[in-house]
């Protein structure tokens, strides 16, 4: 069956790859890296990336809104009413800039679009492994076209983990959970490591804040569309269109260990909280 995005996806995903063959042509020699804060940098390629994937939707659905992570909202066009379309596109132009800079291959192009404030399709693209990991809200994940499940594993002892408990106490808790799993991971670029759930390169990604709308408008979609259960820290919806700036959470695992998790979340949140 199509689906309803099928247009909006075959844009995206060619989008996203030209996104990524700039990223790529400047991989390792970048002219321009400012300092946004202490820990995130932005590189002239995350400038010209996005450059790109607005100037291409303004073409393609001049109508639509857009929210951009360098250059923040573009309004889309008011109908006779005063209302909008209620499209908007929500575009990470490069995910894990830091390593990008210092030439560490773990990055990506995140390019969502939420209709009626629910993600209706994604696209994460890893130009490093030429990996395209897509999805719709009426169809499947996919890689590179194929269809894609979360893991199958059933102990959470077997559970590789994408792990970032932030926070006061956020490395002691994280110490505490990772006897129980086989290991954890921080990759530093949430919207790749999330996609990972969705054919079990990752067991399940857990980030209980400082997620921004567009580390997860695209990657949530794929992963949830992958079989897995995406809530946020506190068992809610993982999309929240009213929320900005770094204030999501998510929490991405198979369902049968999805609440296993959740509740080790909240006990080492309630002991670290009777502790002070």
């Known amino acids: 069956m199509t689906s309803r995005w099928a247009d909006e996806l075959a844009f995206a995903s060619d989008l ?11 991989y390792e020699r970048l002219e321009r890296i400012d300092y946004k804060s202490k820990r995130d940098v932005v590189t002239d390629a995350d400038y010209a990336s996005e450059r790109l994937v607005i100037d291409a939707i303004r073409v393609r659905y001049p109508d639509d ?7 923040g909202e573009h309004a889309g066009v008011l109908r006779d009413d005063g209302s909008h379309n209620g499209r908007q596109w929500v575009i990470d132009p490069l995910d894990g800039t830091v390593n990008y800079a210092n030439g560490i291959p773990y990055y990506c192009v995140s390019i969502g679009l939420v209709v ?6 994604g696209v994460v ?13 009426d169809g499947p994940a ?17 559970y590789v983990v994408s792990l970032a408990v932030i926070g006061r106490g956020g490395l002691a808790r994280e110490r505490r959970i990772a ?4 290991i ?3 990759m530093g670029s949430a919207a790749l490591a999330l996609v990972y759930v969705a054919n079990g390169r990752f067991d399940a990604f857990v980030q209980n804040g400082g997620l921004s709308p567009w580390d997860v408008a695209a990657a949530g979609l794929v992963v949830e569309r992958s079989g897995a259960l995406v ?3 506190n068992g809610g919806p993982w999309w929240n269109p009213k929320l900005r700036g770094p204030r999501t959470s998510v929490i991405a695992a198979p369902p049968s260990q999805h609440g296993a998790i959740l509740e080790l979340l909240r006990s080492l949140r309630t002991t670290v909280q009777t502790r002070r």
Not at 65 to 71: G, H, K
Not at 179 to 182: C, E, G, N, Q, T
């Open 142 to 158: 996919c890689l590179d076209g194929e269809p894609i499940r979360a893991s199958g594993k059933e102990a959470l002892s077997d």
């Open 65 to 71: 809104a857009i929210l951009a992570e360098e250059s």
């Open 116 to 121: 009626d404030d629910r993600p209706a399709v």
């Open 125 to 137: 693209y890893d130009p490093a492994r030429d990996d395209l990991y897509s999805a719709t809200a």
């Open 184 to 186: 954890h991971r921080r």
């Open 16 to 26: 996203a790859r030209r996104a990524g063959a700039i990223l790529t042509d400047s």
């Open 179 to 182: 006897p129980l799993i086989r």
């Open 231 to 233: 809530t946020d820290v």
